[in-house]
């Protein structure tokens, strides 16, 4: 039989980035050759034994690649009709979270293969040493940084006009939202293993709010599934912000899901060019000549300065979360209008440095560079 060092917990919904250790061995009598672990579909990795006759194997590089199968790309498509509700939840489950079978085999020789197989769970996710928080599979998440001291409440902002989701991890079908606000309940039928609910595409005449109105300011959505008690239920504080102009970003964050933020109508623009080198053309006589080189052309690369001021702890968290993000996209669409993955654009962060708390402070301050992709010039 084979024996785990620490038990392998089938229902623990495991972080696809963190490292994932397990260490096992056989307890048939003999010594062991060495062992296969299997992970469907996928990769076979043989290990060999430590002198006691113990095999260590970390599921975090096979996982990993796994899991990320188009680069965190987001190229959703949504087609939102107020009068069916389904048509605001996707299924993500690609990029969101794996869910494969392992095999353990043990090679003892004459004393045949021990083997294990177990069923388990990951989320396109990482947490950090000091704020470990173990998660089962059959537990309702919310995919993004949950409020402090509360482990079933989430904090959103929603600015009107502009397009907008959240994501859920959850292993079985159908969610019932409640606006506590209001006393509104809408169904939607998530799939499971990573789901997004669309509030908006940018319109406003076609949102969530048709079936599922939103006060302005502050709206405590309960989130709760068919079959869970009452002390199951996950909240969302989610606030509904009026529209304003500034710099929309969207992300992949820590959770799994994306997180959004409108930075302030502020923002900068530098623009800075450096030259693709020159050709010799020394040839003629000065008479006759426009020079001794001539340019081949110009690198041309926009930063946008960007700034979110007073933000609380709970919107400090999310939008801290920038600094770490893989995926990082600036909506290029116009409010009010309908939008789809190709308004959005890919930049990079280029701050490398922010201070997330101010002990004199009780509201943060960010600012952050964004850089552009490189302009298309003319050159030789």
Do not use: H
Not at 23 to 41: K, M
Not at 249 to 262: D, E, H, I, V
């Amino acid at each position: 039989m084979i024996q785990f060092v620490k038990p392998l917990v089938p229902n623990r919904l495991r972080m696809a980035y963190n490292n994932d250790v397990v260490r096992f061995y056989s307890t048939l009598g003999g010594t062991p050759a060495y062992s296969d672990v299997t992970i469907y579909p996928g990769v076979t990795v043989r290990l060999y034994p430590d002198p006691n006759g113990r095999f260590y194997f970390n599921f975090r590089p096979y996982i990993s690649t796994f899991i990320n199968t188009a680069n965190f790309e987001d190229t959703t498509e949504t087609n939102l009709t107020a009068e069916d509700p389904d048509s605001f939840v996707y299924s993500a489950m690609n990029n969101v979270a794996t869910q494969r079978n392992v095999t353990f085999a043990i090679n003892m020789g004459d004393a045949g293969t021990d083997t294990a197989s177990y069923t388990l769970t990951w989320l396109a996710a990482a947490q950090q040493i000091g704020s470990y928080t173990e998660y089962n599979i059959n537990n309702l998440l919310v995919l993004s940084p949950a409020m402090p001291d509360a482990a079933n409440t989430w904090y959103l902002k929603y600015w009107e006009g502009y397009p907008f989701d959240f994501s859920v991890f959850s292993n079985v079908t159908g969610m019932e939202v409640t606006n506590t606000t209001n006393l509104v309940s809408a169904s939607l039928n998530v799939v499971g293993y990573g789901d997004r609910v669309f509030l908006s595409d940018g319109r406003t005449d076609e949102t969530l709010e048709d079936f599922l109105p939103l006060a302005k300011g502050y709206n405590t959505l309960k989130l709760l599934r068919e079959n869970d008690s009452p002390e199951d239920a996950k909240f969302i504080q989610l606030e509904k912000a009026a529209p304003c102009e500034g710099v929309y970003l969207k992300w992949r964050n820590a959770q799994g899901g994306y997180s959004y933020w409108l930075f302030e109508n502020t923002y900068a623009v530098d623009r800075n060019a450096k030259s693709l080198g020159e050709l010799n053309r020394d040839f003629e006589n000065p008479e006759n000549s426009f020079g001794n080189t001539t340019q081949v052309g110009r690198e041309v690369q926009d930063t946008l300065k960007i700034v979110a001021e007073l933000l609380t702890p709970p919107q400090r968290d999310i939008v801290q979360n920038l600094l770490e993000s893989p995926k990082v996209y600036l909506f290029t669409g116009k409010p009010y209008s309908r939008s789809d993955y190709r308004s959005w654009i890919e930049v990079s962060v280029k701050t490398t440095s922010a201070r997330i708390k101010n002990p004199r402070e009780s509201l943060t301050n960010f600012a952050f560079d964004i850089e552009l992709p490189v302009r298309y010039t003319v050159s030789l």
